[in-house]
């Protein structure tokens, strides 16, 4: 029987030692290495995270090769997806290869195919070869092997919709799920970056979480966006307004609410320097639920005390439970949603 790893896969860290996997620099990609409680799939495309898929595209000027290089480097090096400037991953969708003799009762078999719930950044991964970049959609086509530990989460791809719907949508399930427990009936909630997959999944979930006595904004980036998010009806305003100039935002977010501040914010913008903006507009004893890889904790951090929010933030945590039902669920019950989803992200 193969030798058992831990749980985390610290078995699987090269350096430095004593971190797990998220932390490590480099990690152990070998796929031909068995441990009794890991998984290893056959990977179909990497969901790389907005924020890094942003970074990488930029700092490559947008050329295609470019950016094949550059993530077949990454992975080169560190052994997984992990963008060193972000510091962020992904998920992927694959097929289940081998299932390690521990985990043989979970209820996976060997063919299933699945979407990762665990980042990118933790995850063994090696590909042989890029197939297509999807640059509109975040999306790398590969040939690929990746190993899930025993600690890993995953869910089996519906049956109702598409693979690359159903990852689009699952690539942010943590930011709906967490906005269906932080929201409350009679709410005013503030969502920037409402267009994007993430936003426009939180804009619907807070819409039926405020109730006819509450009210949901979104900030989007320009007109076609807005027509997007109008499209949905799930805003009662819909603002165009850039993120990262604060000052400005504020006043026009404040005015689409009647001239009052928010009880949450909730921040889906994968570039720089938008922490203030969804900090400002709360009232004290406010939330904001920051769910970018882009954010910077200590800007938020620091901006909140420098201008005397007692507000509590929350770290966009990519896992909540039950998020992926929640997240499957959305499409199932919103057509709009899904039109919008099916057009731009298959």
């Known amino acids: 029987m193969a030798e058992k790893g831990n749980k985390y896969g610290i078995h699987r860290v090269i350096s430095p030692q004593g971190v797990l996997t998220q932390a490590a620099d480099v990690i152990d990609n070998d796929m031909t290495k068995e441990y009794s409680n890991e998984i290893l799939c056959d990977v179909i495309s990497l969901n790389i995270d907005s924020a890094s898929f ?25 052994g997984k997806m992990q963008n060193p400037v972000t510091g962020s991953g992904g998920m ?18 060997v063919g299933d195919k699945i979407a990762s719930l665990v980042s990118l950044s933790m995850t063994p991964l090696k590909i042989n070869e890029i197939k297509e970049i999807h640059m509109d959609i975040d999306r790398v086509d590969v040939d690929a092997k990746a190993i899930l530990f025993e600690s890993a989460l995953y869910c089996k ?74 499209f949905l009806e799930v805003c009662d305003e819909i603002v165009i307004a850039d993120a990262t100039k604060p000052v400005s935002l504020l006043e026009q977010v404040i005015a689409a609410n009647g001239g009052k501040e928010y009880d949450v914010s ?81």
């Open 54 to 78: 942003t970074q990488i595209e930029e700092s490559c000027g947008k050329d295609k090769e470019k950016i094949k290089e550059r993530i077949l480097e990454i992975v080169g090096q560190r």
């Open 266 to 346: 909730i921040c889906c913008v994968n570039v720089d320097a938008c922490e203030m903006s969804a900090i400002l507009p709360v009232k004290d004893n406010g939330c904001v639920y920051f769910f970018s890889m882009a954010t910077s904790f200590t800007r938020a951090a620091l901006g909140a005390e420098g201008v005397g929010k007692d507000i509590d933030m929350i770290i966009g945590n990519g896992y909540t439970k039950g998020h992926a039902e929640i997240t499957l669920s959305e499409l199932r019950e919103n057509e709009k949603i899904r039109q919008i989803f099916d057009r731009k992200y298959l």
């Open 92 to 109: 992927f969708i694959g097929v289940v290869e081998r299932i390690g003799e521990d985990l043989k009762d979970t209820g996976l078999k």
């Open 157 to 230: 791809l519906p049956d109702d919709m598409s693979e690359a719907l159903a990852l689009a949508a699952l690539d942010v399930a943590g930011a709906p799920a967490q906005t269906a427990k932080l929201v409350q009936s009679g709410n005013e909630v503030l969502i920037l970056g409402a267009a994007g997959k993430s936003g426009m999944l939180c804009c619907y979930e807070a819409s039926k979480r405020v109730g006819p006595t509450g009210r949901v904004v979104g900030v989007v980036y320009n007109e076609a966006e807005k027509n997007d998010l109008a």
